[in-house]
């Protein structure tokens, strides 16, 4: 079982960064792809962003894509999602969701194929 837990959610002004942490325990965290997904409220959850056991490739949602960035530290067994320049649409809950990598140049960006996740941290971005 992997345990995955998010902070660095927050009240942020629009335009603003925020830096979000992922930390796992309980597996090889290196041998996992790593996704971040967001759900605003009346929304359905979507795709943020994902990243490779490597950290070698990763995907970004358009809406994001130029704004936030992915990393991971295996060594410290956590992945980031820095977010800059923020809007008020980006305001929701942030989860990150874990599975076993399959070592190939394609990441995830569906959430059914994640088999761990996190309990997610509220981001909120005022006008």
């Known amino acids: 079982q992997m345990q995955l837990v998010e902070s660095g959610g927050g009240l942020v002004q629009a335009g603003g960064s925020r830096r979000l942490s992922c930390a796992a325990s309980?597996?090889?965290?290196?041998?996992?792809?790593v996704g971040w997904f967001r759900q605003a409220p009346g929304k359905e959850r979507e795709f943020v962003a994902a990243?490779?056991?490597?950290?070698?490739?990763?995907y970004y949602a358009n809406s994001v894509k130029g704004r936030f960035t992915i990393s991971r530290d295996n060594a410290k067994n956590t992945v980031y999602l820095q977010m800059n320049t923020l809007k008020p649409e980006d305001t929701a809950v942030y989860s990150c969701?874990?599975?076993?990598?399959?070592?190939?140049?394609?990441?995830?960006?569906?959430?059914?194929?994640?088999?761990?996740w996190g309990q997610g941290t509220q981001v909120t971005v005022a006008s």
């Open positions: 969701a874990a599975r076993p990598s399959t070592y190939t140049a394609v990441v995830s960006r569906r959430e059914d194929e994640y088999d761990y």
């Open positions: 990243i490779s056991w490597s950290g070698g490739t990763t």
């Open positions: 309980g597996r090889t965290f290196s041998r996992y792809d």
